[in-house]
C-alpha cells in the first residue's frame, strides 16, 4: 500500500454488508470486522481484509470504498495489521 494516503476519518462497517467499489462493482460482503479493517467474503476467490480508512461511505446495508475496482489490489490485506 505505499503512495496510499489512508488517514483521515473511518467509518463503522457494518457485518453481512454489501461491499462495493466507487466505480460501484461489487466486491463482497463484510464478514468479519476487527479495529481499523474489514474483512470481505468474495464470491469464487478467497477471503482478504481492507483498512475501514479507505470506506468513503456507508448507507444502509452497503459499503462504498474510495477506489474502483482496478485499484483493489492496492488496498488488499491477507490479514489484518497487528495491534
Known amino acids: 500500500m ?3 494516503d489512508l488517514t483521515g ?15 460501484h462493482d461489487n466486491l463482497g460482503h463484510v464478514g468479519e470486522v476487527r479495529e481499523d479493517c ?17 470506506v468513503s461511505s456507508v448507507t ?3 459499503v462504498f470504498v474510495i477506489f474502483n475496482k482496478d485499484r483493489l489490489d492496492d488496498f488488499k ?3 489484518p495489521r497487528a495491534a
Open 9 to 23: 476519518t473511518t467509518h463503522h462497517v457494518p457485518i453481512e454488508a454489501e461491499v462495493f467499489t466507487r466505480d
Open 60 to 62: 444502509g446495508d452497503e
Open 38 to 54: 474489514f474483512k470481505v467474503s468474495a464470491a469464487m476467490q478467497p477471503d482478504y481484509w481492507l483498512p475501514t480508512s479507505c
Open 77 to 79: 490485506m491477507s490479514e
Open 2 to 4: 505505499a503512495g496510499i
